[in-house]
């Protein structure tokens, strides 16, 4: 496994997900990690972030309701998303902020929000 995005989902807006990203050891150690999402016909963006310290930083839209974290022991990476927005709805990557570029993306996860 080197990145495995799940836990996304069809939820009505207002509603809570949380995702979870497994990486492989080799990937995840010691680095900043990153959700990413991709609406349809839209560029892929990053939503949250995460050092190996702890440290965070989130996208102006998603500031105050997802909230990004770590288990290094387990080489997870974690995205809850609180108060979801039909405008939240898109694939839900995850990916070290420095990605080579001969990593995959993975197939990440879909989250749907209806409104």
């Known amino acids: 496994v080197q990145l495995q995005a799940s836990g996304g989902g069809l939820v009505q807006a207002g509603g809570s997900l949380r995702l979870s990203c497994a990486a492989s050891r080799s990937i995840f150690s010691g680095n900043a990690m990153g959700w990413y999402r991709q609406a349809p016909g839209k560029q892929r963006e990053l939503v949250a972030a995460i050092t190996s310290g702890g440290s965070t930083n989130y996208a102006d839209s998603v500031k105050g309701r997802f909230t990004i974290s770590r288990d290094n022991a387990k080489n997870t990476v974690y995205l809850q998303m609180n108060s979801l927005k039909p405008e939240d709805t898109a694939v839900y990557y995850c990916?070290?902020?420095?990605?080579?570029?001969?990593?995959?993306w993975g197939q990440g996860t879909q989250v749907t929000v209806s409104s």
């Open positions: 990916a070290p902020r420095l990605r080579p570029a001969s990593l995959s």
